[in-house]
């Protein structure tokens, strides 16, 4: 009766998981709710979790003797990840959020993977269906936790130049040919022994090194400009990867998590490779993010330095203004100054907006959380679809520390590594101020004629203090 009891208790709480799950998904989907929906999100997987407790009742008699130690375990785990998760949490800067991410992501396809190793090691597996499932789902996890490591350290700054290495896509494809037969080669032998799989410890390490070499290899020549695209993608390898363990396991929680999670993931990564202009085969493949083989068009113009003061005055007075912020906004923490000066400009009357484009920033959706966070109203920010033909008929641009998202070589410049992607049509504005701590290059390496510009203005220093001075520009006014 207490079995019975305890399953069903455990089956209520997980149906209740999943729900929270994807409330919790759905009001993430807004910038406005996305706060809310991440906290229902959590409840819903801690339920999960300290549900998932109750399982020790339904255990046999002969790992009955080993529950004090596997529990104890299971609670140490969960306190030591907690609270290294909280602390990191607390103590990471925004600009930080997008290797957290990559890191926290890698970690989830890590879990994934160690959960197929321990099935395999132990030679509790031998079911055809289970067996491929498993094997798949550690395949997926092995290389989203060295890809996403990988990823990390670019984003870190720890690894800066792609890997160029002549025939390394070819090394990849023998190398998941070598990857793939081990795994076919396990399936077969385990079913043959019966699950016996001591004598085949060899074959699974080759399994999982292949694996994760193949991670690290097919994400270090991808280049700085694709990372919100990759982030995405491993994302997604990760949910898949949950998703199939915890059918092996027939866990609900970790099948209907494991879902979710790969189901967004793939959809934000066709969403980030079509607002890049690329196919997602494209980005994984074709080592794009990388210098261009042949030099590009000559910068025409030279740079043109104003005060920040003036800006400020010039924008005041303006009928129009147009705010584009970038990666740079997020490293100075200026947001909350940012709005400051917004508010500031709409008692003038001026009519401002905010302009996004979907891979500004390192990771997707960090200009839209980082807006938020400074209290600006959703009806205020646009998307690139949205908000492009307007800026012709824009007094003033505001471009504060982004560069490869309103590069005008996208448009012209075959050469370019970025050719061909969708950017914001700033330069097409009657005027423009540009934002930036110094003359260095964006997060592709390039240059951008805009800067060069006869209708642009670069005002040069950190992202908060410019705008201090701007607001105090605007209010010396009266």
Known sequence: MLIMTSQWLIGLVYVLAAFLLIFGLWRMSSPVTASGGIHVAG?????????????????????????????????????????????????????????????????????????????LFGGRVVDLAALAGTLLGA???????????????????????????????????????????????????????????????????????????????????????????????????????VGLEGFVLQVPAMMIAGMLVGAAGVLLTLLMAKAMNRSVAHVLFARFGDQPTRKGAAIVGELKPTAASDAGVAMRYANTVIIVPGYGLAVAQGQQKLYELVKLLQAHGVLVRFAVHPVAG?????????????????DLIFQLDDINTDFPSTDMVLVIGANDVVNPAARTDKASPIYGMPILDVDKAHHVYVVKRGEGKGYAGIQNPLFYAENCNMVYGDAQAVLVKMIEAVRGLG
Not at 80 to 91: E, F, I, Y
Not at 99 to 107: F, K, P, R, S
Not at 197 to 210: K, N, Y
């Open 43 to 119: 409840w819903g997987m801690g339920a999960a979790v300290i549900v998932s407790f109750l399982y020790v009742l339904t255990v046999s008699e002969a790992a009955r003797p080993h529950l004090p130690v596997n529990v104890s375990l299971a609670l140490l785990a969960l306190l030591l990840g907690g609270g290294a998760a909280w602390w990191s949490g607390r103590k990471a800067a925004m600009t930080a959020m997008p290797q957290m991410v990559a890191l926290y992501n890698g970690m989830g396809g890590g879990a994934a993977a160690a959960i197929a190793a321990m099935e």
């Open 139 to 241: 395949l997926i996890g092995a290389v989203s936790l060295s890809g996403s490591l990988i990823a990390w350290a670019k984003l870190d700054g720890r690894l800066n130049k792609p890997l160029r290495l002549k025939g390394l896509q070819l090394i990849n494809a023998l190398l998941m040919l070598v990857t793939l037969g081990a795994g076919a080669w396990l399936m077969i032998a385990l079913q043959a022994a019966d699950g016996a799989s001591g004598q085949l410890l060899g074959l699974i390490a080759v399994f999982f090194g292949c694996a994760l070499l193949f991670g690290v290899l097919m994400t270090l020549p991808i280049g700085g400009a694709d990372m919100p695209v990759v982030i995405s993608i491993y994302n997604a390898f990760t949910g898949l990867a």
């Open 362 to 378: 390192r990771m997707p959706g960090q200009m839209d959380v980082l807006l938020a966070e400074a209290g600006v109203p959703y």
